[in-house]
């Protein structure tokens, strides 16, 4: 049996076409999971009928909260969890529970693809970021047989191997990814597992969402053992090649180099922020409004 679970948070204009996605891709046994704290999402889940559809509403105090409320009342062997603004592509959810025929695996991560056109700065850095950055990433790391980090956007792991997150996590795939590895089991990546996701359209929202991602890495030890070096930017900065290698026009070329200042301001401000002046959990999640 496998369980999806969806978390979501004011996106009622995306869940219908999240869960009419997944909902083809479950056997009978299945079920899927949509956690939501507000109103507006929670009227258009009730609007499916279908019995494999679990609602479970959270008290809206952060996603972490939200996942161990679920992680104590799922049913599945395979939990497959995703986001209600992002959509799987057809037979993803198949392809991501392949890998567990080996026991040695404990998850398995799948491959975000930018709906964002790269004719505007903000959405090639979305395509730069997920095609030279985390695809090839992973893949070298899958190559070298080395830790891999899951994406939340779409990863499953084996139940029971996670029981609780710490509350105040900004990077839940993270904390996640190194409980499942300090349990010696391997997090493999699956490229052809694909999910579709819309990146932030304007600065501040990239800085909310990336603050959120990359500074939660460096939060991690505060909840979680890392027992493999969490990301920084100096580990960035290695790989810095992939980057430059991507661009084609003299245009892209030019966003390039400002996506690399931008991502060292960025640092800058993850430092400032989190290491320094040590900013609580909701000062720093944010909602991102233009990725809805």
């Known amino acids: 049996m496998k369980s999806v679970i969806i978390t979501a ?36 889940v009730q609007r499916y009928k279908d019995k494999r559809i679990r609602f479970i509403q959270d008290e809206g105090k952060g996603k972490p909260l939200a996942l161990n409320k679920v992680l104590n009342i799922v049913k599945g062997k395979i939990l497959i969890f995703t986001d209600g603004d992002v959509f799987i592509e057809e037979d993803a959810i198949e392809r991501i529970c392949k890998p567990f025929e080996n026991k040695k695996i404990g998850a398995a991560t799948g491959r975000p693809i930018s709906m964002n056109g790269k004719q505007s700065m903000l959405g090639y850095w979305s395509n730069l970021l997920t095609d030279a ?88 030890k505060k909840g979680v053992k890392a027992k493999e070096s969490s990301r920084n930017f100096l580990k960035e900065g290695i790989h810095i090649h992939w980057a430059l290698s991507y661009p084609r026009t003299i245009k892209e070329y030019v966003w390039t180099l400002i996506l690399v200042l931008a991502r060292i301001y960025l640092w800058w401000i993850i430092i400032w922020n989190i290491k320094l002046k040590k900013k609580e959990f909701n000062k720093i999640w944010l909602r991102v409004e233009s990725t809805k």
């Open 133 to 220: 950055g985390a695809h090839k990433f992973r893949l070298s790391k899958r190559k070298k047989g080395k830790f891999i980090m899951v994406s939340g956007y779409l990863f499953a792991m084996r139940k029971g191997l996670v029981e609780e997150i710490p509350e105040n996590t900004l990077s839940d795939d993270a904390a996640i990814s190194h409980i499942i590895y300090n349990k010696r089991y391997e997090i493999v990546y699956v490229p052809s597992a694909k999910v579709y996701v819309k990146y932030p359209d304007n600065f501040n929202d990239w800085i909310k969402q990336k603050l959120r991602s990359a500074g939660g890495y460096s939060q991690l």
């Open 9 to 44: 948070y004011r996106e009622e204009r995306t869940i219908g076409k999240a869960i009419e996605q997944i909902l083809p891709q479950l056997e009978k046994k299945d079920e899927l999971i949509v956690t939501a704290p507000d109103r507006e999402t929670i009227e258009v």
